[in-house]
């Protein structure tokens, strides 16, 4: 099991940049794929990126392509999403998730953190 704490949300202005963090407790985070995913107010929640438990393989939905960066360092437990040239249309409250067998944009993640609310200003 384990358990997942997102931080680095925050109000930024478009063009800006953020970095959401999300920490892992536990000694098993290396057997877990990790993904981000986010959801707008009155909206289902959507992927947003993905990286497989060796860091070996990433995944982007086509909006963040190009813009955003996933990475994971599995000696602190923890994964990155770096966030660049942001919009305002990347409002919304941004999620991690962990699963030992799914590292797909569709299917169940076993584990979620609580969110990070990410607001970007026109």
């Known amino acids: 099991q384990v358990q997942l704490v997102e931080s680095g949300g925050g109000l930024v202005q478009a063009g800006g940049s953020l970095r959401l963090s999300c920490a892992a407790s536990g000694r098993t985070f290396s057997t877990y794929h990790m993904g981000w995913f986010r959801q707008a107010p009155g909206k289902e929640r959507k992927f947003v990126a993905s990286?497989?438990?060796?860091?070996?393989?990433?995944y982007y939905a086509d909006s963040v392509k190009g813009r955003f960066t996933i990475s994971r360092d599995n000696a602190k437990n923890t994964v990155i999403l770096q966030m660049n040239s942001l919009k305002p249309e990347d409002t919304a409250v941004y999620y991690c998730?962990?699963?030992?067998?799914?590292?797909?944009?569709?299917?169940?993640?076993?584990?979620w953190g609580q969110g990070t609310q990410v607001t970007v200003s026109s």
């Open positions: 990286i497989t438990r060796s860091a070996l393989n990433t």
């Open positions: 998730a962990g699963d030992r067998t799914n590292w797909r944009s569709t299917g169940k993640y076993d584990y």
